[in-house]
C-alpha cells in the first residue's frame, strides 16, 4: 500500500513539472505573438508614407525590397518607397507595399 502512495506521490510530480514546462512554452508563444503584432503595427501597409518608407534597391535589379531580402545580398542601397517605385517594380520575394 505504501508503494502505491509513493507512486502516486511520485506521478504527481511528474505532472507538475510538465504543467510547469508547458506554462513556460505558452509564455514563449506569447512572447512571439506579441512580437509579430509589434511588427505588423510598425510596418502596416495601411498608412505607410511613402516618402519616410525605406525600401532597398540593387546596383543591377530592377526591384525594389525589404530589409533583409534574399537579394540584397550583393549590393543595398537605401531608398525611400516613393524614389523606388518611379523606377522599380515592388520585388515578388518580400512583397514591399507598391
Ligand atoms: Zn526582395
Redo the contacts with the bound molecule.
Keep these: 500500500m505504501k508503494k502505491l502512495l509513493l507512486a502516486l506521490i511520485a506521478s504527481l510530480i511528474l505532472v507538475g513539472a510538465v504543467s510547469a514546462g508547458n506554462a513556460a512554452f505558452a509564455g514563449n508563444i506569447g512572447g512571439a505573438a506579441s512580437a509579430l503584432m509589434l511588427q505588423e503595427q510598425q510596418s502596416g501597409h495601411r498608412d505607410i508614407d511613402p516618402k519616410t518608407y525605406v525600401v532597398y534597391i540593387t546596383k543591377t535589379g530592377k526591384?525594389?525590397?525589404?530589409d533583409g531580402?534574399?537579394?540584397?545580398k550583393k549590393s543595398k542601397i537605401k531608398t525611400t518607397l516613393a524614389e523606388a517605385r518611379r523606377n522599380y517594380d515592388a520585388?515578388?520575394?518580400?512583397?514591399?507595399p507598391k
Design positions: 526591384k525594389y525590397h525589404l531580402c534574399q537579394y540584397l520585388c515578388k520575394v518580400c512583397k514591399p
